[in-house]
């Protein structure tokens, strides 16, 4: 029953730091989009701390990596086609 008990405690204080920790980064990346700063980065990582405890956040993660792995496939495009002109 103690072992349970701090095993508990454990899951729950883990969870708690990294919500704290993810959503601190995440609203410092959301700030940088106003402020001057690395946001394209920052927010990233706050949905990466966040994803390891919640799933809402690892949907968000995939889908900023297949807009930016769109974006950059559509990119590469228009710069094939640019040099063959």
Do not use: C, D
């Not at 508990?8 to 990294?18: A, D, E, N, Q, S």
């Not at 995440?26 to 994803?51: E, F, K, R, Y």
């Amino acid at each position: 029953m103690f072992k349970r008990a701090i095993h508990l405690t454990y899951v729950m204080g883990r969870r708690i730091v990294i919500a704290v920790v993810g959503m601190s980064v995440l609203l410092l990346g959301i700030v940088m989009l106003v402020t001057p700063g690395p946001a394209i980065v920052v927010i990233p990582v706050g949905l990466t701390i966040l994803a390891l405890e919640f799933v809402w956040a690892r949907r968000w993660l995939k889908k900023i990596r297949e807009m930016v792995s769109r974006r950059s496939a559509e990119n590469h495009g228009h710069r094939a086609e640019s040099h063959r002109q």
